[in-house]
Structure formats: C-alpha cells, structure tokens
C-alpha cells in the first residue's frame, strides 16, 4: 500500500499562488506515474497535471497550461504542483495520485492510490 497526504491548499485571491505539495509513505515506488486531479461538488474528477516517474515528461489540462507546474523528487518521496495566476473557477479539491505503471495517464480510472484531497478556494 501507498499512503498519499496533500498539503498547501488554502484561501487565494484571484491572480494569485499556491503551492501544493503531495508525501507519499509506505511501499512507494519511483517508478510510478504521479498526477494531480481537482474535483467539485456533482462534477467528475478533472485532470490537471501528470508527470512521469523520473519527471522527464510533463502534461497539463489545457486550461492550466501556462499557470501551473508539476514537478517530483523521488528521492524525497514528493510531488508538487505550483499554481500561478489561479481563477475563481479553480476551486476545488485536488488530489495527489499515484499510478502503478510508468505508462502516463489521464485518465482517474488508471490511479491506484490517492491522498484525502486539499481544499483550495480562489476568491474573485
């Protein structure tokens, strides 16, 4: 098993930043794709950002493509994702994920593990 926790998330006005910070314990493995998700009440889990398991490939949601960046240390057990120019419309609660093949993926339905989630709320 792979325990996720997020921190980071907060209050921000818009224009704003944030940087959000996922620790991973347990049976980890560098060799995992990790991603970031955003999820509001009634709607279906969103894709914001996924990197690869030795951070040589990134991608972003287009809507934050630009704004945000993903970055990993494997050697410190931790992802993070930092949020430049954030929009009301970006909060949510974002979720650290982690993903049992080094073959990148979008999609929520490929993750294995994920954190509790961090409250970020983008005030306008």
């Known amino acids: 098993q792979v325990q996720l926790v997020e921190s980071g998330g907060g209050l921000v006005q818009a224009g704003g930043s944030l940087r959000l910070s996922c620790k991973a314990s347990?049976?980890?493995?560098?060799?995992?794709?990790m991603g970031w998700f955003r999820q509001v009440p009634r709607k279906e889990r969103e894709f914001v950002s996924v990197?690869?398991?030795?951070?040589?490939?990134?991608s972003y949601a287009g809507s934050v493509k630009g704004r945000l960046t993903i970055s990993r240390d494997n050697a410190k057990n931790t992802l993070d994702l930092q949020m430049n120019s954030l929009k009301p419309e970006e909060t949510a609660v974002y979720y650290c994920a982690a993903r049992q093949s080094m073959v990148v993926s979008s999609s929520p339905d490929d993750y294995n593990y994920w954190g509790q989630g961090t409250q970020v709320t983008v005030s306008s």
């Open positions: 990197i690869s398991w030795n951070g040589a490939y990134t």
């Open positions: 347990g049976r980890t493995n560098s060799r995992y794709t």
